[in-house]
């Protein structure tokens, strides 16, 4: 087996410290690079090889949305979410963003290198924890849909853009018929074309557009639960 070639991405020193000290005793894995910032981590990834990063995208100076903007530049690299206590539905909302596997910082530190061999061989690795979060919010994550959206143009008007906006900023659809001075039925529809033009069909995929296309900001909005 290569030498996995690992990137650690946290804004903490102690935690990126604390990380590479934990896979120094790993046969076959060599942390080539500590980020503090998501821009530290795009220099990185443009000018050296990198297979795994292990990514806390809720940590300061770095968001979620910095996972997709690296797979546009290198699609081969594979991202592990390491954060603390999160909603099981944040990180479901992290895997559809691109992040492969998620392991918590209070896990132990032989599921957190099992983590970066597992995902490096092309599988997905969830810590015990992070497991049971997400079956205690519900989702089976059979049915989660992990496939990065389309890079292909999409034709949307600006009204369309605007209930995109209003959509990941969490406003009903009561509320944007008030904000825009439309019908409910002129914002359902507006709804439903949007999501056939995007290729989704639930609102999850309508905010991960609008966090793409930077109309959002990911960590202001999508995460916004996990806060509440």
Do not use: W
Not at 19 to 27: G, M
Not at 94 to 118: P, Q, Y
Not at 154 to 162: A, P
Request: hydrophobic fraction near 40%.
């Amino acid at each position: 087996m290569n030498t996995i070639k690992l990137v650690i991405a946290d804004s903490s020193e102690l935690i990126r410290i604390g990380l590479a000290t934990i896979f120094d005793r790993v046969e076959g894995i060599s942390v080539e690079g500590q980020c503090s910032s998501k821009d530290e981590l795009r220099k990185h990834i443009t000018e050296h090889e990198t297979d795994v990063v292990i990514i806390d995208y809720t940590s300061k100076d770095f968001e979620i949305g910095i996972v997709p903007e690296i797979l546009t530049l290198n699609k081969n690299v594979r991202f592990i979410g390491i954060t603390k206590d999160q909603s099981g539905q944040t990180i479901v909302d992290a895997l559809r963003f691109g992040v492969v596997s998620h392991v918590k910082k209070d896990c132990s530190a032989k599921e957190i290198m099992e983590s970066v061999v597992e995902t490096a061989e092309g599988n997905k690795f969830f810590c015990g924890q992070v497991l049971e979060l997400i079956h205690e919010d519900g989702v089976d994550l059979d049915d989660v849909q992990f496939e990065p959206m389309s890079c292909e143009p999409i034709s949307l008007s600006t009204r369309e853009l605007e209930v995109i906006t209003l959509i990941a900023e969490g406003s009903t659809n009561t509320q944007i018929a008030s904000k825009l001075f439309l019908s409910n039925h002129t914002v359902n529809t507006h709804r439903k074309n949007i999501m056939r033009k995007l290729g989704v069909n639930n609102t999850a995929g309508i905010v991960m557009y609008a966090v793409k296309s930077q109309l959002v900001s990911p960590n202001k909005f999508l995460f916004a639960s996990s806060n509440s």
